[in-house]
């Protein structure tokens, strides 16, 4: 399982459209950036410290295929980087990610 976060007006389009090339960092670096259970709460304070209203996606990276590559980015750790657009069928589920005392309170437990 690989996690993506997205802000409340880009999951909203992502609903509405039924797909999306992602965030305006994904748009900007040429994939999708997605975070393992194991990264993705330093993911939340790091890149989205204090914002409230975010929505966590679940997706089965073995459901991606050849468009999902395991790439080296914070301190050498591999992440999952999805190429091409991800679509509303990838997702298992989606959940709130509410800011709880000034931290991100994740669903538990993430696999």
């Known amino acids: 399982m690989i996690y993506k976060i997205l802000r409340a007006p880009e999951?909203?389009?992502?609903e509405a459209a039924g797909?999306?090339?992602?965030?305006?960092?994904?748009?900007?670096d040429g994939y999708i950036h997605f975070s393992t259970a194991d990264q993705v709460a330093e993911t939340a304070a790091k890149h989205f410290a204090g914002e409230d209203g975010l929505v966590l996606l679940a997706v089965a990276a073995d459901g991606l295929g050849d468009a999902l590559k395991?790439?080296?980015?914070?301190?050498?750790?591999l992440f999952p980087h999805l190429y091409r657009r991800?679509?509303?069928s990838d997702i298992l589920w989606s959940r709130p990610l509410p800011l709880v005392d000034g931290r991100h309170a994740f669903p538990e437990p993430l696999a």
């Open 11 to 14: 999951n909203a389009a992502f």
């Open 19 to 28: 797909e999306t090339a992602g965030a305006p960092i994904d748009l900007a």
């Open 70 to 77: 395991w790439e080296p980015s914070r301190g050498g750790a």
């Open 86 to 88: 991800l679509f509303r």
